[in-house]
């Protein structure tokens, strides 16, 4: 308990440090979510089984986008690396960021429960090796 309160608080002192700088890297950073804006809006409906996920790709910036195009189904990491490695024909790690701090998560934990966890959940990122 204290550690993840000790995270939080380095956590947040570390996003308004971020907050007051404006630089070539916010530059970069307001750029690459351009990039990504454009991408998510090319996204298309894909299937594995009943399940419904939206998808977008990018193989030459090593990149995928997935997000559940549908409720009612339980989805893991796993599932959406091996969906977007059979769509793309590359690797797919899942970018797991800050979900490899919490306790109990690997790449079997249900990705719903967190997600709706979530108040700006948009989509999950996934890294392509092509």
């Given at each position: 308990?204290?550690?993840?309160?000790c995270?939080?608080?380095?956590?947040?002192?570390?996003?308004?440090?971020?907050?007051?700088?404006?630089?070539?890297?916010?530059d970069?950073?307001?750029?690459?979510?351009?990039?990504?804006?454009?991408?998510?809006?090319?996204?298309?409906?894909?299937?594995?089984?009943?399940?419904?996920?939206?998808?977008?790709?990018?193989?030459?910036?090593?990149?995928?986008?997935?997000?559940?195009?549908?409720?009612?189904?339980?989805?893991?990491?796993?599932?959406?690396?091996?969906?977007?490695?059979?769509?793309?024909?590359?690797?797919?790690?899942?970018?797991?960021?800050?979900?490899?701090?919490?306790?109990?998560?690997?790449?079997?934990?249900?990705?719903?429960?967190?997600?709706?966890q979530l108040?700006?959940f948009?989509?999950?990122?996934?890294?392509?090796?092509?």
């Amino acid at each position: 308990m204290v550690l993840k309160h000790c995270f939080a608080l380095g956590f947040s002192a570390l996003m308004i440090a971020g907050c007051e700088y404006a630089g070539p890297a916010s530059d970069a950073a307001a750029q690459k979510r351009a990039q990504n804006e454009a991408l998510w809006a090319e996204r298309t409906t894909v299937r594995d089984g009943s399940k419904a996920y939206a998808f977008s790709a990018d193989t030459t910036r090593g990149l995928a986008l997935m997000a559940p195009a549908a409720d009612g189904f339980a989805y893991t990491a796993s599932d959406l690396e091996r969906i977007a490695s059979a769509k793309t024909g590359c690797t797919a790690v899942f970018q797991d960021g800050i979900l490899e701090l919490l306790d109990g998560y690997t790449e079997k934990t249900n990705l719903r429960s967190m997600q709706e966890q979530l108040d700006s959940f948009r989509r999950w990122q996934l890294k392509l090796t092509c």
